[in-house]
């Protein structure tokens, strides 16, 4: 493998259409800054074929370097060999040895002839509130970057909140292994820099997808299908399905206030008494009926509970759309409410005016680098009747805030290109 930047903590062929968002926009933040360097994604993952990024300065590959604990894989290609493998490497003096591990594993001679590794955790998983043995399983790889290189860097990302002493250890150990961090929101960037101490800054910075490019697909597919082009009032909305059906155990995981069910299936319907046009809904986690991440499966429930003349005029999207496509027709909404944060980028960094309805501390911070802070209507704080009197409240004031959001977004763009800059700085210095 040739001295590339590696990227980890952003599954290549996942659901999630926000994790997918922010493996291309630091691909092509990277490539921004240093166009002459390769770029490759990192990934406990089945094998899996080059990605393409898609970028205002043209379209570009990104390979992709796996390993997986799966018991079928290469022994070469399994994690707990490339610990194992990682931590002999450490061990030993400079020997052949040395150098025949190194050769025999993939993933180690890619990481020590990278010229940086990074990782973003999914944008909010460097944190427990998914469940600890989530957040230690991400650890592992991670630390065999450490073991090999003694270091590595945090894109911009959220830190925290941390439930266990165990989760808050291995971060602090990360965190203190980390040549630069930066946090995606001050809140996390105060918990970060705790961790840390004091011999490294943690920065501050917009979250990376306003960088993503936005691609409008030539066909919008729909249920039921557009019979014309999408109007110019069209609403926005994502369901977070993981929201929708009480998190992963079902029993309210994020301890909302909120019930998330009740409210989205009474906002579709005082929207639509309010709005005179059509409402989209915009799934961004895809993934099959019974599985609790499902966008998709959420959205289907709500349609089908309105009454038939509401139906009509609702539509779900149900194309196979890669993020910048997906980012593309939220583009095109006059107005977008979303519970999956990548959603609501998506609309943020286009200049659509758009509510947040919050499960954690990730929201606020986000809206507040584009000066939308007010515009989070978080599920842990507020009831039902609360975040609907708040969303439609918005929903009225969408034109007083298009012009400053447009502003806001094109300078939180150029400041992520300032940040990835200075994250860089070192490569090419070896």
């Not at 994690?79 to 594993?105: D, E, G, H, Q």
């Not at 003694?150 to 990360?174: D, E, I, N």
């Not at 994020?254 to 009474?266: E, M, N, P, T, W």
Request: charged share 25%; proline share 5%; aromatic share 8%.
């Amino acid at each position: 493998m040739s001295r590339a930047l590696l990227i980890m903590g952003t599954p290549v062929e996942p659901g999630n259409r926000g994790v997918m968002a922010l493996g291309a926009s630091i691909a092509d933040l990277c490539k921004a800054v240093h166009e002459d360097k390769s770029v490759a994604f990192l990934q406990v993952h089945k094998p899996a074929a080059d990605v393409v990024v898609r970028s205002g300065a043209g379209d570009f590959m990104v390979p992709v370097i796996t390993c997986r604990m799966s018991p079928r894989v290469r022994l070469r290609d399994h994690l707990l060999w490339i610990l194992l493998m990682s931590l002999l490497y450490r061990l030993l003096p400079f020997c052949a040895l040395r150098l025949k591990i190194r050769r025999s594993v993939p993933w180690i001679d890619a990481v020590l002839a990278a010229e940086l590794v990074g990782d973003v955790r999914g944008g909010d998983s460097f944190s427990d509130i998914y469940g600890l043995k989530r957040f230690a399983m991400a650890f592992l790889p991670v630390f065999s970057v450490i073991l090999l290189r003694g270091s590595m860097v945090h894109f911009p990302q959220t830190y925290g909140p941390f439930r266990s002493k165990t989760a808050r250890c291995l971060a602090r150990y990360l965190l203190r292994h980390s040549s630069a961090a930066v946090a995606r929101d001050p809140e996390s960037q105060k918990i970060a820099q705790v961790l840390a101490g004091e011999k490294l800054r943690v920065g501050l910075s917009p979250d990376v997808a306003f960088a993503l490019h936005p691609a409008k697909p030539a066909e919008i597919q729909t249920a039921p299908p557009l019979d014309a082009p999408l109007s110019a009032n069209v609403i926005g909305l994502n369901v977070n399905g993981l929201m929708y059906f009480g998190g992963y155990t079902g029993r309210n995981e994020f301890g909302l206030k909120l019930d998330y069910r009740s409210f989205v299936a009474s906002l579709v319907v005082r929207l639509l008494e309010e709005h005179p046009g059509e409402l989209l809904m915009v799934p961004h986690t895809f993934a099959i009926a019974g599985d609790p991440e499902s966008d998709n499966e959420a959205s289907r429930q709500v349609r089908e509970a309105l009454p038939d003349e509401l139906q009509k005029r609702v539509r779900i999207v149900t194309g196979d759309y890669d993020a910048h496509q997906l980012k593309g027709i939220i583009g095109q909404c006059d107005f977008f409410i979303g519970s999956r944060m990548h959603s609501c980028i998506a609309a943020l960094s286009q200049g659509v005016p758009c509510v947040g309805v919050a499960y954690s501390m990730k929201f606020r911070g986000v809206f507040e680098s584009v000066g939308m802070e007010d515009w989070v209507v978080d599920g842990r704080d507020v009831d039902e009747n609360e975040a609907l009197r708040r969303v439609l409240e918005l929903y009225r004031k969408r034109d007083e805030v298009r012009a400053t959001l447009a502003v806001n977004a094109a300078a939180a763009r150029a400041r992520l290109k300032e940040v990835f800059a200075e994250i860089l700085q070192p490569v090419g210095r070896r």
